[in-house]
């Protein structure tokens, strides 16, 4: 048998252990690991010594800013900087404009996608205010639901006990996952400066949206999903209910890695919700994830915006930081320095996800599942926003010394990215809309 292509002498992590094999990739999938020697032929050869063979990350947190703010990201940039990133799929959050509460705009999201398109990319809805006129044809084609209780997607949207449960009741009946956005503050709370802002959105009204929602929760069997944790007692109330196998949570690398006494905040180039908190919180999220499992993945939320907007002053500059490429860098740094375990890396970054979305073909590095693959070779380099492909080029990392760069990205089967450059076009690799299944 000749299959398409063989990654020849790689390293892949086995059960913890780095060993050296080549991974046999045909018509999408990975066909076989074989050990050297042993491999079928192959129409074409990846020599992968010294390098590591991973499963591609799958970022289920992403705000690709189509359809009408493509000046500040759109579905081309933004996936070529999943690709560079090392990011195989990711999933767009439903906060664009206009925002995801209708089939005709996901309709025109999935189109944009498709043609755009180096990666694979799944979508999530909006909840309109009105329930009933949800449109039950978009399940099909999208992931979980996405709210935002301070900053509704519809106008005088009221997260009470009520909105919530209905809210759940609707995830409950499609099977999908009800993420949220854990903030209790109000869409006419403003700042008058900074430590006002950081009241404003504190650990207590995190922990409050949680609570709220943990409590209209106890009479459904939904699944609810706490996007980026940001403070220790969030964990700390998410590991008292996790035995509910309905509890899901995730971080992002910067509320692990950065905290807010780190910058001066003098404009928005460390400015996001939640906002960066206390060192202790951040080593205690660390800790959530990787010892305690508290928390199931890592996610970027890349939220892109104008060098404009975020070099303003703080109190106006906007919220949200690029992350697509530096979560592999970031998070494989923890792996090589010995802080974070291949299995927990594997989790958190590529199964856990996987498995939260329902999306059972992805997210290993084994026979039958999609070869969304990227190669990685261990390597010291500092972040520099300029580099990034996404257009989003303000980080708080920059300069940050890492030890791990993505050489090349595989997308179903297809060679996307390789040394620093496109190889193919957009449209050709990968799946739009992802799906459950
Ligand atoms: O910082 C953020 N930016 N937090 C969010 O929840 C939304 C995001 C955005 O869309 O810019
Ligand atoms: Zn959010
Ligand atoms: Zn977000």
Redesign the pocket.
Known sequence: MTVDLVLKDGIVVVRDRETVLSVSIDRGKIEGIYKHGEEPESRKIIDSRGLYILPGLIDMHV?LRDLDQCEKEDYETGTMAAAAGGVTTVVD?P?SNPPVLSRKVLDRKIESASAKRYVNVGFYAGIPKSIPIFERSIVPNILGFKV?PHSPLTKGTEYTKKRIKDCLELAKENDLPLLF?PDSSKKDDIADDQEEFFSIHSCESEVSSLQAFLDAKVEYEARMHVCHVSCAATARLILKHRAEHTLTAEVTPHHMFLSGGDFAHDNGVA???PPLRSPYDSKMLSQALCQQCAIDCVAS?H?P?KESEKLAPFLEA????PGLETTLPLMLTEVFEGRLMWVDYLRCCCSGPATILGISNKGILAEGYDADIVLVRKEEWQIKGAHFFSRAKITPFEGRRVLARPITTIVGGEIVYSNGRFVIGPGIAGRVPVRKG
């Open positions: 705000h959050m906060n935002y956005h400015k996001m919700l939320d939220a915006h906007a919220s949200g930081i």
